[in-house]
């Protein structure tokens, strides 16, 4: 029999954490007993988002730490930058187990994390305590795990399409160019000039051009399989969609591989990791295909003329960008099937 456990989800008004909830309710191991949102405290879920009516519990419990652990076992924290780094401890310290899905302590590196997040890291000792939760590369260190911090959007879908080759040696880990597009949920649902409706619609644009906070976290771990250090190009753009992420990723191979077995190198490395899924020669992923999904869809273009090999991979940005593997990462931690709660069909169109 599976164990059940309570959990509670801080930052419940924002579309991570609302996304967790319609998770979380069709899970079958999982009990919400506390929604907490620290700017709506004490207000019916359903005045944010009336679609939750029937939710279990009545109002949004405001942070605190005593009554959450007394209410749940594990805390999922999908609150904005900078939260987690004062909040984080105190639940583990409380006994609670925790699932991070903010990016407060993915960086191993103190000054890295300074320089590109702007703020100062979590205490050290807590940062070493939380496993990476990229699911399908790491996901053996998450079992028995008490502290996760889930991975970023941009970092799940491009490392997703780069592991595998960049694990073999078979590209000059130098060339690789990460050309990526984000849906506007992705910026999280705050108001903003560049999230304003006119500023979005019918315009494309990149921005935070080699500034993107993402960046130091995915040479993290496409340096720690490569074992050693591996830096890229890596620019981000805003399309006008809801959801949905593509990552281009431009690499020069320097072993003599063709397409197919290209293919077969990914197909071997995500052999049983369900939510991975690698396409046919000539199709490639388009973001409604995995869209309301767990789903990691990654395609293939080797160019003879050029020498370059193309990589495009999707995801949802709200679901395996962040709350589907943050429920993933529960069900690893937890021992129970990779796939529990998770099983949705993509929606289309």
């Not at 921005?207 to 074992?227: C, D, F």
């Not at 399309?239 to 992420?245: D, K, N, Q, S």
């Not at 690698?278 to 789903?295: C, D, F, H, L, M």
């Amino acid at each position: 029999m599976s164990q059940h456990i309570r959990a509670a989800i801080v930052g419940a008004t924002g579309y991570g954490g609302v996304e967790l909830i319609r998770m979380l309710l069709t899970h079958p191991n999982v009990q919400i007993t506390s929604v907490v949102s620290s700017s709506s405290a004490g207000t019916p879920l359903a005045e944010s988002f009336p679609h939750l009516q029937e939710i279990i519990v009545d109002r949004l419990d405001a942070v605190d730490v005593p009554l959450i652990a007394d209410k749940a076992d594990v805390v999922f924290l999908a609150t904005p930058h900078g939260v987690s780094t004062e909040i984080a401890p105190k639940m583990l310290d409380a006994g609670l187990k925790v699932i991070d899905v903010s990016g407060d302590f993915r960086l191993k590196s103190a000054e890295t994390h300074e320089r590109w997040y702007k703020r100062k890291q979590a205490d050290a000792a807590y940062v070493d305590k939380a496993v990476y939760g990229l699911a399908e590369v790491f996901g053996d260190d998450v079992p028995g795990a008490q502290f996760i911090s889930n991975p970023g959007c941009y970092p799940t879908v491009t490392s997703l399409g780069l592991v595998p080759i960049v694990k073999a040696g078979w590209i000059d880990t130098n060339s690789i160019i990460v050309d990526a597009k984000s849906g506007v949920s992705g910026a999280g649902r705050g108001l903003g000039m560049t999230t304003h409706y006119s500023e979005v619609n019918e315009n494309f644009f990149a921005y935070k051009v080699n500034k993107h906070q993402h960046t130091p976290e995915i040479e993290q771990t496409l340096s720690r399989v490569a074992g050693k250090d591996v830096v890229m190009t890596f620019t981000t753009h805003l399309v006008p969609m809801t959801r949905g992420i593509l990552s281009t990723i431009y690499v020069r191979p320097i072993v003599q591989r063709s397409e197919d077995e290209i293919r077969e190198l990914y197909r071997q490395y995500y052999e049983g990791r369900p939510f991975v899924r690698i396409r046919e020669q000539g199709k490639y992923p388009a973001t409604k295909e995995v869209w309301g999904s767990n789903y990691c869809d990654i395609g293939f273009s080797l160019d003879e003329r050029t020498g370059l090999l193309t990589i495009i991979s999707v995801i949802d940005n709200l679901v395996k960008g962040a709350a589907g593997q943050a429920v993933q990462n529960l069900n690893l931690m937890m021992g129970w099937d990779e796939t529990t709660g998770l099983k949705f069909t993509p929606a289309y169109p």
